[in-house]
């Protein structure tokens, strides 16, 4: 099963596949990795990547100021 994109309709799709012993494979940013799902695998990075990959590009490309914008409040 691939998907879906929305997190409370993949929360039941993963329920629904380690119920039915289905692997369950994912992308989009999951906000709690901290729980462990036997059969899903998400193949989003992490925020803490996301936010390394940024520090390290600022850092790399020797910028003092960056502006991020974003669609979501999902950091708040």
């Known amino acids: 099963m691939f998907g879906p994109w929305e997190p409370v309709l993949g929360a039941h799709v993963q329920s629904l596949c380690e119920a039915l012993d ?28 996301i936010n390394t990959a940024i520090k390290d590009l600022m850092t790399f490309l020797n910028w003092t100021r960056v502006a991020i914008v974003y669609e979501e409040d999902y950091g708040k």
């Open 22 to 49: 289905l692997p369950h494979i994912e992308a989009r940013l999951d906000l709690d990795p901290a729980g462990y799902r036997e059969f899903s695998i998400n193949l989003h990075p992490s925020q803490a990547h």
